[in-house]
């Protein structure tokens, strides 16, 4: 358990030195998507991404049933973007990567994505946006999918 807590404490570290080094740069190379939505959500909250996995009935893998909370609603927009995306063509919207940059705002590169990318950019600029707009509620952090 020590190990695990010590990676992940590296990990979580070098996201926000990553943060801090690349504001305002462009991010040019594409990367899996997962990995710029949990850069996005750090810049917008200052929380650790892996706080949002299994919260609520949206948040995490799957999704189903009544939000508990706003930013439970930030993750069901978020999949039902994804869905839209993926209905338009766009394959594995979670795994393609965009570009964009991080400065006072985060900024899709419209003239740099195609569509596919900047559709994956918006949904998740504007999911990391809702959550750092709404209280994160400690109580539904590792919600029961049964009682969704």
């Not at 710029?36 to 609520?56: E, H, K, L, S, V």
Request: aromatic content about 14%.
């Amino acid at each position: 358990m020590k190990t695990a807590l010590t990676i992940f404490t590296i990990a979580f570290g070098a996201c926000f030195l990553y943060i801090s080094l690349t504001r305002g740069e462009v991010h040019p190379r594409p990367k899996r998507n997962v990995f710029q939505f949990a850069t996005m959500i750090i810049a917008t909250t200052g929380r650790n991404p892996f706080d949002y996995n299994g919260y609520g009935c949206w948040c995490g893998l799957g999704g189903k049933g009544k939000p508990k909370d706003e930013v439970d609603r930030c993750c069901q927009v978020h999949d039902y973007c994804y869905k839209a995306l993926y209905d338009r063509g766009c394959f594995s919207p979670v795994l393609n990567g965009y570009k964009y940059t991080l400065e006072e705002n985060i900024i899709c590169l419209k003239d740099k994505n195609d569509d596919c990318e900047q559709g994956g950019c918006e949904c998740d600029r504007e999911a990391a946006h809702c959550f750092g707009n709404n209280t994160y509620h400690k109580q539904y952090k590792r919600w029961p999918q049964r009682r969704c």
